[in-house]
């Protein structure tokens, strides 16, 4: 039984470029959670999924993010025209029903 | 919205020492709060939580206890080990919600 599934684990990207994380639930896991860490910082809500759902975008910057989780495949984070300050290490995580989260190994995101 | 702080920021302690990180939050609807560690390079993986409904649980090394009237909760680690040093993280929801909202972490240092 895999854990929550993370890819890539490391993405460069230039300013101005598009960066897309990608997170593959446990088996069974119908909610999956965004969230992203600064060095020596907590973890900051982003989005909030569920099947072809956004169920809570609240912490999301309106501009240039966006989340899907498709009826088939895994939920994406999509980050357009990145900027130094997106550099970051973005977790993924999951659950069956809400609550108990099972957190993915995350995405490093370095912007030159 | 949920706000939840944490201390102390960072925690030393000899091998067999205990260890003890607090945390508050400030929503009275609030009814689940887990606890997680973050290894370096890895993700957070939770290690005890509780309920609103329980004012202590234990497994093993690891305690957590609950003051709701006080808004507070603990994480109580007995007899150290190197392989403790980690990050915590602890961590409420409000009920309902389903977003965990988490502290800034707590750097545990256990030497040998």
């Known amino acids: 039984n895999a854990g929550v599934m993370q890819n890539p684990r490391h993405l460069v990207r230039r300013r101005g470029q598009e960066a897309r994380l990608r997170c593959s639930p446990m088996?069974?896991?119908?909610?999956v959670y965004w969230y992203r860490q600064l060095p020596e910082e907590g973890l900051k809500f982003m989005v909030y999924?569920?099947?072809?759902?956004?169920?809570?975008e609240s912490g999301m910057p309106k501009e240039r993010f966006s989340a899907e989780f498709p009826k088939e495949g895994p939920s994406i984070l999509r980050i357009q025209q990145v900027v130094r300050g997106d550099s970051a290490a973005y977790f993924c995580a999951s659950s069956r029903e809400g609550n108990v989260l099972t957190f993915g190994a995350g995405s490093r995101l370095t912007v030159l | 919205g949920e706000n939840v702080e944490q201390h102390p920021s960072t925690l030393s302690v000899q091998e067999g020492d205990s260890a003890v990180i607090k945390c508050t939050y400030s929503d009275s609807a609030s009814n689940y709060f887990p606890w997680y560690k973050q290894e370096l390079g890895k993700g957070p993986q939770l290690i005890i939580d509780?309920?609103?409904?329980?004012g202590e649980k234990k497994d093993q090394r690891i305690a957590v206890t609950l003051n709701k009237t006080a808004k507070h909760f603990s994480l109580h680690i007995t007899e150290t080990q190197p392989e403790d040093s980690a990050v915590y993280f602890c961590a409420a929801v409000s009920g309902g919600s389903y977003i965990p909202t988490f502290g800034r972490g707590t750097s545990l240092i256990v030497h040998p």
């Open positions: 509780i309920r609103s409904n329980v």
């Open positions: 088996k069974g896991h119908s909610h």
């Open positions: 999924l569920q099947k072809e759902n956004i169920i809570d």
